[in-house]
């Protein structure tokens, strides 16, 4: 007998309270395999979603896309790599149903994670640690290393980033901390772009130096800084109609490549001065295609177990159980710096 599932619903677009209610349980299906949600994290997509109502068309639906949890149940096609106990965390994914089913999103107590996007955690790892890392795992790795954007190193192959420089804006958001470490470990210079009390963190992360968005004088600070440097473009981690324009000036100014990664869909409007503004959305597709986001967790799981990856941004705990996924949705709202917001089940 299957167990009884219950999730947040979001019952009509833009509804401003997500419901808890009973939710089918979804065995799993060739590949995939089945979890109990232990922990969930909240990103920005979760809230502009709700308030917004971007992206998710069919309705009542069920968000979230960071998940950490118990295996409970596993396909026999995945019985060589995975069973039941495993400890693992992964992305889920609210824009992917099955027959109108949402089992793969990310606010319920049973679900299955995005198949190949899945990587077991050390046994001193929490979940609420882990589960900090899926979405900024692939977003960052998709703006970095795909070849339609900055096609960077990845950090499992060469050592193709010795003497280059990376800019980083936003390096203390999650996906900026993901985009900090992965660089680095890909040989690669990081100069990192955060308010300065996160500036201790993202040098821990292996940023070789940091600078405040807020000083007036961050761009002529970042252009000096640069000068010289073989710059291999930039990742607006942190992506507006203002911090866009403002990667394409430093870029123009110091002689880089001229290309800045974002994670805002439709950035490439705001492009200026000649610098091309690619976003991730447009990449991941062939990024997926080409297999580099299946490779990017298969290392991954390596990283987290030989402590190269670090959970970063630190977690902070704001509810427990899954009638305060909307409060905590609504922090999100108000704005995060230097952390990620995560919710206990």
């Given amino acids: 007998m299957a167990p009884t599932n219950h999730a947040a619903w979001l019952k009509a ?14 065995n799993p299906a060739e590949g995939e395999l089945v979890i109990r949600t232990k922990a969930v994290a909240i990103n920005p997509a979760d809230w502009h979603i709700q308030g917004k109502g971007m992206l998710v068309t069919q309705f ?9 949890g118990e295996v409970v149940e596993v396909h026999p096609s995945l019985a060589d790599r995975y069973v039941v106990g495993d ?31 899945i990587s077991k955690i050390p046994e001193h790892t929490s979940y609420e640690d882990a589960v900090v890392l899926p979405l900024g795992v692939n977003t960052a790795a998709s703006c970095i290393f795909s070849k339609e954007i900055l096609n960077l190193e990845m950090p499992f192959e060469s050592d193709g980033g010795k003497g280059k420089t990376l800019l980083i804006w936003g390096a203390s958001s999650s996906v900026g901390a993901c985009g900090v470490q992965m660089a680095t470990l890909a040989g690669y210079d990081v100069v990192g ?4 009390n996160n500036h201790d963190m993202v040098k821990s992360l292996g940023a070789k130096t940091c600078f405040d968005h807020n000083d007036a004088t961050v761009i002529d600070d970042l252009v000096e800084s640069l000068k010289g440097m073989d710059v291999v473009g930039a990742y607006a981690a942190i992506s507006t ?15 880089g490549n001229k290309v800045v990664a974002s994670v805002m869909p439709g950035a490439e409007a705001f492009s200026s001065r000649g610098v091309s503004v690619q976003s991730n959305l447009v990449a991941m597709q062939s990024f997926k295609a080409e297999g580099k986001l299946t490779a990017t967790w298969e290392w991954l799981e390596k990283a987290l177990q030989e402590g190269k990856m670090k959970c970063m941004p630190p977690h902070e705990v704001v509810g427990h159980g899954l009638g305060d996924v909307q409060k905590a949705v609504d922090l999100i709202g108000r704005g995060v710096s230097g952390k990620k917001l995560v919710v206990v089940l």
Avoid at 13 to 19: A, G, L, R, T
Avoid at 91 to 113: D, T
Wanted: aromatic residues 8%; glycine residues 6%.
């Fill in 60 to 68: 009542p639906a069920i968000l979230g896309c960071d998940v950490a």
């Fill in 193 to 196: 772009v955060a308010s300065r």
């Fill in 87 to 117: 400890r693992v965390t992964g992305s889920a994914n609210p824009l992917f149903n099955k027959a109108g089913v949402y089992c793969y999103s990310g606010f319920q107590e049973f679900m299955i994670p995005i198949p190949s996007q």
């Fill in 241 to 255: 109609p203002v911090t866009i324009p403002l990667c394409c000036e430093v870029l123009d100014r110091c002689g």
């Fill in 13 to 26: 677009k833009q509804d401003p309270v997500m419901i808890v209610a009973e939710a089918p349980y979804t």
